[in-house]
């Protein structure tokens, strides 16, 4: 949702010097250096002058780092009660240096930054509001301080601007095709979820994104989704898992909806099963490729229920179908969800909870209820292991089972095309014929061998296998 933040401190003060420095650079004369600024489909050209890095204050409501305020509970609740206070501002600039999918890490492209800035200095401007804060350049003013640069060059955003002009300047250039650095993952999602939150149609907010309507419901639906599994991770110590615990999940989130999507209109309950279980092996850093052996097939064969150890099998088990529900006003009931979804989610929220309790980054919660919660992941983490290894294993039998029938089929295609072919080229008599007869000797020699491979072990060959054997018997060499 859209925040309003109040006026940092010494705002008039910084709103006079910036209106001097903007009327001594009109006064100077000359090519004066502008900006353009898009937002809401406008545009004007401000004016850019030198402000002392200083007086600036970090942008608390940037997108660019929206997930990420997440990974401090206690730091993220400060940023909200004073986004101007030090300790605030440090937290931004801690988020600004961190890396986008794991604060605890250095981001290596900051340094890369600072590098750049080093030897080149800042090639584009930055862009202030009247009361100091930057709206663009966050990451660039925390690498030039870092550098001890005294000054930076900013753009002047209009003294009426709102909040969310401010919001929407930001967004504009962030989604200018040649940007350097995009939005992660998350802070994408959260940057629609604020754009529909103002009214904006889902056409118009897929526009601007550069993307389709189909994948901005998508999107949407992923985000809610990471909101929901956040809820459900909540326990009685108060942690919870984080936005930024869902970056670098993007593909693997794009593919669970895809399925979910399919299943869902065929079988709900198939869908919301196989939607928990994938969300677990997300939730447990599988890959892409493992993630995908859950399907349906994994589902029939419940693969999981053989290796889930007996304390994680003996809660999940003990769910019961959810009662019906009643719709108020209407008097009628619909059924609850089937004890199979009930034990996909009761085991899901396990390890929610106990993923929760180890990435926490307080300290309300004791060592030993971290070590209980990594228990509980490890114990998992080993079940989904062998059960998709099972199902990798039951695939890739399959595969080979069906092999040998999907190249036959691929050759009979091939040949029907190659029918049409011949006719065309005997019409525009342009077959050659020698070349021709050589292919036809191959395919002779293949069918050959494909007969002596298909006849062995076949007692009671089915029709194509017998036509096959007796064509090449009558074409054996006498």
Known sequence: MLREFPPPPRAAEFSEL?????????????????????????????????????????????????????????????????????????????????????????????????????????????????????????????????????????????ESFTWADINAVELSLQLRMDHRRDYTYINRLLAMEEQASLGRTPEQIAKDFRIQVKTYHQERWILSTIKELIDRSKSGGGVALRLVDWEGAQERLKELHRLYVKLESVDRDQAEILKEWRLAAILLNFSKTDVRHIDEEFLKEDYLAHTLPEPLRTEASGAEGEDAVSIPGL????????????????????????????????????????????????????????????????????????????????????????????VQARTSRSLDEEAFDEAVLKLRSSLRKLAQQAGRGLPTPGDGVAWLLKAASLEEPQ
């Open 18 to 158: 910036i209106k001097k420095k903007v009327q001594e650079a009109k006064a100077a004369g000359g090519t004066r250096e502008t900006v353009r600024v898009d937002w809401n489909e406008q545009q004007a050209h401000v004016e850019v002058i030198d402000l002392p890095l200083s007086g600036l204050y970090l942008n608390p409501g940037t997108h660019r780092i929206r997930a990420q305020r997440s990974h401090n509970a206690d730091s993220d609740e400060a940023l909200d009660k004073d986004p101007w206070s030090q300790d605030s501002q440090d937290y931004l600039t801690f988020l600004l240096r961190a890396s986008p999918t794991d604060p605890n890490l250095h981001d290596l492209d900051f340094d890369k930054l600072k590098e750049s800035l080093e030897q080149f200095g800042q090639n584009d401007p930055g862009l202030v509001t009247h009361q100091g804060v930057l709206v663009n350049g966050n990451t660039r003013a925390v690498a030039l301080r870092d550098l001890r640069v005294q000054t930076m060059r900013v753009g002047v955003l209009p």
């Open 331 to 422: 008097g009628l009931t619909v059924p609850g969800a089937s004890s199979a979804v009930s034990e996909a989610r009761k085991l899901n929220d396990q390890l929610l909870r106990a993923a929760a309790a180890v990435r926490s980054q307080g300290g309300s919660l004791k060592d030993s209820d971290k070590e209980e919660g990594q228990a509980v992941l490890d114990d998992a983490k080993k079940a989904f292991d062998e059960a998709i290894e099972t199902a990798g294993r039951s695939a890739r039998l399959r595969k080979r089972k069906q092999l040998a029938p999907a190249r036959l089929a691929e050759a009979s295609a091939s040949i029907d095309q190659c029918v049409m072919d011949l």
